[in-house]
């Protein structure tokens, strides 16, 4: 599972977890209307995935259903995060294809933040961090209508919360571990 949170101890967690490669059936079971495609055609590959939000020991929100998302979006996605948390972007907005969610994190600085740095160094103070170089701002958004009805609906729990650059490097890590744990999604299946 890869968590996206401030230092592994503070007390708001975004979590998302690889679950597996999404299955098509094969061309053998005549009642489906999803066909599989023979290698070297175009294809779009997709990922299961659940999440949830965290407050604390308690839970605000855990996934409904399984959800998909496209496999160039993943990879996109950890590349912006790595491009942020290197300091060759600002901010980054994820909202996938199927939007059941969105992430958007953006890079607090002086001129965006003069009651957030007093919250930030509040945080800092309890959490031990001493760095104060690179506060990030992360809005995580679930949404609920389109994870229980199929249905966008725009709105659903959030959590807003403060992050550092390692925290975005160890997030983006872990999603690419969870990405080379699913495997090659041509493993043991027909052509």
């Known amino acids: 599972m890869a968590t996206l949170t401030h230092n592994t101890r503070y007390p708001c967690v975004f979590d998302l977890k690889f679950l597996r490669w999404e299955q098509y059936t094969s061309e053998k079971n005549r009642n489906s209307d999803i066909k599989t495609v023979a290698l070297g055609e175009p294809y779009t590959l997709w990922v299961e995935y659940c999440m949830s939000l965290r407050v ?57 933040a003069s009651v957030i740095v007093s919250s930030i160094s509040k945080m800092r103070a309890k959490t031990g961090a001493t760095d104060l170089s690179s506060p990030f701002n992360v809005n995580v958004w679930i949404d ?44 043991g299946r027909e052509e």
């Open 56 to 112: 604390g020991n308690g839970v605000l929100y855990q996934s409904e259903k399984d959800t998909t998302l496209i496999l160039e979006d993943i990879k996109h996605l950890i590349e912006d995060l790595r491009r942020l948390a290197h300091g060759k972007k600002d901010r980054m907005v994820f909202h996938p294809i199927e939007p059941d969610f969105e992430l958007s994190i953006c890079k607090i600085t002086d001129s965006k």
């Open 144 to 187: 609920y209508p389109n994870q229980v009805n199929h249905f966008y609906g725009g709105c659903g729990p959030a959590l807003n919360f403060f992050i550092e650059a390692l925290d975005i490097e160890r997030f983006a890590s872990q999603l690419e571990a969870e990405l080379k744990a699913l495997g090659s999604y041509f493993n």
